[in-house]
């Protein structure tokens, strides 16, 4: 059976593409990036030590403050604790819309009828920030990891039901019903058929939910703990520390884009 159906899986149906212009000229593509991350750490320098040179807190965040700071922070274990904490908190809170999510996503995608009578509750819910609810979200849960969690996993979880419910709209329903005339089972058709045709939506909205994610995690960690990325922010704020909080800043960046480059991986080198 399986030598059957295979043929049905979206990947085996699709023509070969040409190599993208950056696999072909490498050096070049890099060298194009690498200049425009230049250009911008000169602009953040001419900002910093040139037009804002008389402001007392930005004249103290330039490219080489900040990557000085950064370098110690490096090395320190409050650094390392700092990041284990958020991206603890970070993987929790996917992983909760994840589990939550994918079901609804697929339950909107397959029945437009509950997509058509939930829409506007989903559509309110979609559209209220996630740090909306952190006073009522405290509240019920308390201060440390719990509320932090809850609102990352708020903010993930829209992102995956819409990206799951819109691939699995965009199912060939035809190629279920070959597999089915061929004699496969509902495990057949589902490993065949759906399971691949939702990988490719299922990363994209993953990648989407970890940006809105990573952006609520710095501001969710102000609230009621003491550790964490977003922690450091307001302590080296409330410190006038301002060299490390563009460090931190840097930092948090960083952390960012690795994770980006980790859940886009296989979507090109453009991603």
């Known amino acids: 059976m399986k030598a059957s159906v295979d043929f049905l899986r979206p990947e085996a149906a699709a023509p070969a593409t040409t190599a993208d212009p950056h ?3 490498p050096a070049i593509w890099a060298g194009w990036r690498a200049a425009v991350v230049i250009l911008v750490v000169l602009l953040w320098g001419l900002l910093a ?5 008389g402001n007392a807190v930005v004249s103290r965040m330039g490219p080489v403050s900040a990557i000085g700071a950064l370098g110690g922070m490096l ?3 409050v650094t390392l604790s700092a990041v284990t904490a958020s991206l603890g908190r970070l993987l929790s809170g996917l992983l909760i819309a994840t589990v939550i999510g994918v079901p609804l996503g697929l339950l909107f995608g397959s029945r437009a009828l509950v ?3 939930t829409a506007p509750v989903v559509q309110f819910l979609r559209m209220t920030s996630p740090l909306a609810w952190a006073p009522l979200v405290i509240v019920l849960l308390g201060s440390d990891d719990a509320p932090v969690i809850t609102l990352i996993a708020l903010a993930a979880l829209w992102p995956i039901v819409l990206g799951v419910s819109s691939g699995r709209r965009a199912l060939d329903p035809g190629a279920a019903l070959v597999a089915r005339s061929l004699g496969a089972t509902r495990w057949e058709v589902v490993r065949s058929t759906i ?5 490719g939506p299922l990363r994209t909205a ?6 809105i994610a990573w952006v609520v995690l710095v501001p969710a960690e102000m609230f009621g703990v003491s550790n964490g990325l977003g922690y450091a922010v307001l302590n080296a704020r409330d410190n006038l520390d301002y060299e490390r909080l563009a460090a931190t800043m840097l930092l948090i960046g960083g952390i960012g884009f690795l994770l980006d480059r980790v859940v886009g991986a296989g979507r090109g080198k453009h991603a």
């Open 115 to 117: 997509e058509y009578a």
């Open 23 to 25: 696999r072909r000229r």
């Open 49 to 53: 030590n040139v037009i804002f040179a």
């Open 206 to 211: 993953l990648r989407v939910a970890l940006g």
């Open 75 to 77: 090395v320190e274990e």
């Open 195 to 199: 399971i691949p045709g939702l990988a």
